[in-house]
């Protein structure tokens, strides 16, 4: 079945970097866009960035390029990079797709990310 894992949050000072993954298992990876979500307590749940199954990459939450999603299709992993975090970034961070050949959608369990001093 799909499993979408997420590994790499945890708690980080104002200012700092954090690297998330997301192993993909029980589809063809390569073919598919790849999403990673977040979830701020009492927020809704927005896009962070999108990757699409050649690499094309785009950035909804940040401007300044402080977040990178990048994909090892040999790994069947999706990426997230951060930089320069701030306590606003603190979220539960999910990893997304939408299967290209059924329409079915699947969600990571989410990984915890707080940016505090």
């Known amino acids: 079945q799909v499993q979408l894992v997420e590994s790499g949050g945890g708690l980080v000072r104002p200012g700092g970097s954090l690297r998330l993954s997301c192993l993909a298992a029980?589809?063809?990876?390569?073919?598919?866009?790849m999403n990673w979500y977040r979830q701020a307590p009492g927020k809704e749940r927005e896009l962070v960035a999108s990757?699409?199954?050649?690499?094309?990459?785009i950035t909804y939450v940040d401007r300044v390029g402080r977040f990178d999603i990048s994909r090892d299709n040999a790994k069947n992993t999706v990426y997230l990079e951060m930089n320069d975090l701030k306590p606003d970034d603190t979220a539960v961070y999910y990893c997304?797709?939408?299967?290209?050949?059924?329409?079915?959608?699947?969600w990571g369990q989410g990984t915890q990310v707080t940016v505090s001093s």
């Open positions: 997304h797709t939408r299967l290209k050949r059924t329409n079915d959608e699947y």
């Open positions: 029980g589809f063809t990876f390569s073919e598919n866009r």
């Open positions: 990757i699409t199954d050649i690499g094309n990459s």
